[in-house]
C-alpha cells in the first residue's frame, strides 16, 4: 500500500511537472508568434488573428443579442403557433407544427433558421396559406432578425476592425519613431561627414559629396530615394539652398513617418512654390494696375 501511495504521489509530482513545462513552452510560443509578427510575411497573418481575437467580445455580444431575440420571438411563436389547435389539427401544418413548433426551445432552434436565412420558406409558407395574420410574425421577424440584427451585427465588426487597425498603425509609428531615434547618432556622423566647412550648414555641393548608401539603413529602408540631389530639394523647404543641423534630422525624421512617397512630396513642393509665385505675380500685377491707373488720372488732370 506505501508503494502504491508513493507511486501516486510520484506521478502526481510529475504530472505537476508536465502542467508546468508546458506552460513554460506555451510562453515561449507567444513570444515566438509575437516575434514572427515583425516579418513582413506574417503581418497579414497577424492583422487577422489579432482582428478575430479583439472583436471576441463583440461576437459575445451579438450572440446574446441574438438569442434574446429568437427567445422573445419564440415566446411569440408558441402562443400564436404551438398553442393553435387548428394549425395542429391541419394536414398541410400538423408536421410542421410538430417538428419545428412544439416547444419553447423547439421554436427558438428554428427561429435560428431566420438567421442565417436557410430554407425558411417551406416552414412559414404552409402557415401562413393557412393563418394569413402569420404574415406579420414572419415578416417581423425577418426584418429584425435576418436583416436589421446582422446588418448591425456586421457594422459593429467591420467598426471594431477599424479601430484595430488604427490602433495598429499608431503602434507602428510609435516603433518606427522609436528606430528613427536610435540612429540619431548616425545621421549626426553622416551630416557632420557632409559639412565640409564646418559652417555647421549643407549646401547642394556638400550634400552630393555622399551617396545614398552612406545614409542610415533603416531610413533608406523606409523611403526610396532617387539622389542626394533629389533629397536636398525635399528638405530645403524654405528655398534657401542651406539645410542646417536641425532641418536635415528634423527633415529625415518627418520624411520617413510621411505615408507619401518622395515624388509625391516633391511634386507638392514645386506646386506649392508655384502657388507662390502666381501669388507673387499677382500682386506686382496688382500694383502695376494701380501704378497705370494713377499715371492716367495725372494725364487727364493735365
Known sequence: RSKTLTLAGGS????????QLLLIRICRLMRLVRALRMLRIFKQMWSLAYGLLSSLSTMLS????VLLSTFLYACV??????KDPDLAGNDDTAGIVATNFSTLLQTMLTLVQFVTMDSIAALYMPLIARKPLLALYFLSAVLIISIS???????????GALANAASEKVGEDLETK???????????????QMDNDGSGELTLAEMQSVVVADLPKEFVDKVSIESMQDLFEVLDTDGTGRLSQDEFIEG???IALMEVSLPTIQILKHVRTTEDKVRSLETE???????????????VSE
Open 77 to 82: 411563436g408558441v402562443d400564436v403557433i404551438t
Open 149 to 159: 440584427l446582422m446588418n448591425l451585427i456586421t457594422a459593429a465588426l467591420v467598426e
Open 12 to 19: 502526481g509530482v510529475l504530472a505537476y511537472w508536465c502542467k
Open 178 to 192: 522609436q528606430k528613427l531615434r536610435s540612429i540619431m547618432p548616425t545621421m549626426l556622423q553622416v551630416f557632420q
Open 62 to 65: 451579438a450572440l446574446g443579442l
Open 285 to 299: 500685377l496688382t500694383n502695376i494696375q494701380t501704378d497705370v491707373q494713377g499715371m492716367k488720372g495725372v494725364l
Open 252 to 254: 529625415l525624421m518627418n
